[in-house]
C-alpha cells in the first residue's frame, strides 16, 4: 500500500508539472501573438480581408454561356461591361451585323490575362462557317462580364477604309501582331523602326506595323517577345503607306483587347 501509495503521489507531481508547462507555454504563444511583428500583424490582416471577399453572380466560364446562349438584346445586356456605352453597337452587331449569321459551335478557356487592376479569362469561340472570336469575361468578385469590343473586335474605323487609303488613321485598332523584319518603302530604316507583322480576321492577308525604336510604344510592345499576341493600337498612314499596308503604331491602348473601363 505504501508503495501504491508512492507511485501515486509521483504521477500526481508529474501530472502538475506537465500541466504548468502546457499552461506557460500557452500563454507565450498567445503573448507572442499579441506583440508580434507589424509584418505578422499585417498578413493576418490581409487573410481577414480576402476571407470577408464574397462573389457576387456567376463566375466567368458561366458568364460565358449566358452571354453565347442569349437570345435576345436585352438579355445580352446583362452579361456585358459598360453596357450603356457598348449597348447601340451590340444590338446593331446581333441585329443586322456578322451577330445575326453566326452560329456558335462551342467554346474552351484559353488562358487568364491580365493588364493594371483588370484579370479577365479569355475563350476561343468556334464559329459554324471556320471562323473564330475571342470571348473575354472579367474576373471580378463584384461581377464578372463579358468584354463586347473585344468579341466584336470593334475599331474606331473600317480596315478596308485604312487599306485603301481614304482613311489615314484610326484612334482604336485591334490586332494580333507577332516580331518581324521587314523594312522596305517608308519604312526602310530598321535603326529607327521595330516592325510587327499584323492580322486581323476583318482584313485578308496581313499588314506591316511600325513603331518608333526610342517610343513609350515600344517599350511596351517589347513585353509581348517573339510570341503572337492581341493588342489595341492606334495607328497611321505615313505619306503613301497604305498602299504598301504598312502603318506606324502611335500609341498602344492595351497589351489585349481589353481596355481598362472610361
Given at each position: ?32 501573438g499579441k506583440t508580434g ?15 470577408l471577399i464574397v462573389w ?207
Amino acid at each position: 500500500m505504501v508503495g501504491v501509495s508512492r507511485e501515486l503521489a509521483i504521477g500526481g507531481l508529474l501530472l502538475v508539472l506537465l500541466l504548468l508547462v502546457a499552461g506557460g507555454l500557452w500563454w507565450l504563444g498567445r503573448n507572442r501573438g499579441k506583440t508580434g511583428s507589424g509584418e505578422e500583424a499585417s498578413a493576418g490582416g490581409r487573410a481577414s480581408e480576402e476571407a470577408l471577399i464574397v462573389w457576387q453572380g456567376p463566375h466567368p466560364a458561366e458568364v460565358a454561356e449566358n452571354f453565347t446562349k442569349a437570345a435576345s438584346h436585352a438579355e445580352r445586356l446583362k452579361w456585358v461591361r459598360q453596357p450603356e456605352k457598348v449597348g447601340a453597337e451590340m444590338e446593331a452587331f446581333f441585329r443586322d451585323g456578322p451577330g445575326a449569321t453566326e452560329k456558335i459551335m462551342g467554346k474552351f478557356l484559353l488562358a487568364t490575362s491580365g493588364q493594371d487592376d483588370l484579370l479577365y479569362e479569355n475563350y476561343h469561340v468556334s464559329i459554324e462557317s471556320g471562323e473564330s472570336r475571342l470571348l473575354c469575361v472579367s474576373v471580378d468578385p463584384q461581377g464578372a462580364k463579358v468584354d463586347f469590343e473585344a468579341y466584336a473586335r470593334s475599331g474606331s474605323e473600317k480596315w478596308s477604309e485604312l487599306a485603301a487609303g481614304t482613311v489615314p488613321s484610326a484612334e482604336e485598332m485591334r490586332v494580333i501582331v507577332q516580331s518581324g523584319g521587314f523594312y522596305m518603302h517608308r519604312f526602310p530604316d530598321q535603326t529607327k523602326w521595330v516592325h510587327f507583322k499584323a492580322t486581323t480576321p476583318d482584313l485578308p492577308g496581313s499588314m506591316d506595323l511600325y513603331v518608333l525604336r526610342d517610343s513609350e510604344a515600344a517599350r511596351q510592345l517589347a513585353q509581348v517577345g517573339e510570341t503572337m499576341a492581341h493588342v489595341t493600337v492606334s495607328i497611321r498612314a505615313v505619306e503613301d503607306s497604305a498602299k504598301y499596308r504598312q502603318f506606324e503604331i502611335t500609341a498602344i491602348r492595351a497589351i489585349g483587347w481589353v481596355e481598362a473601363a472610361e
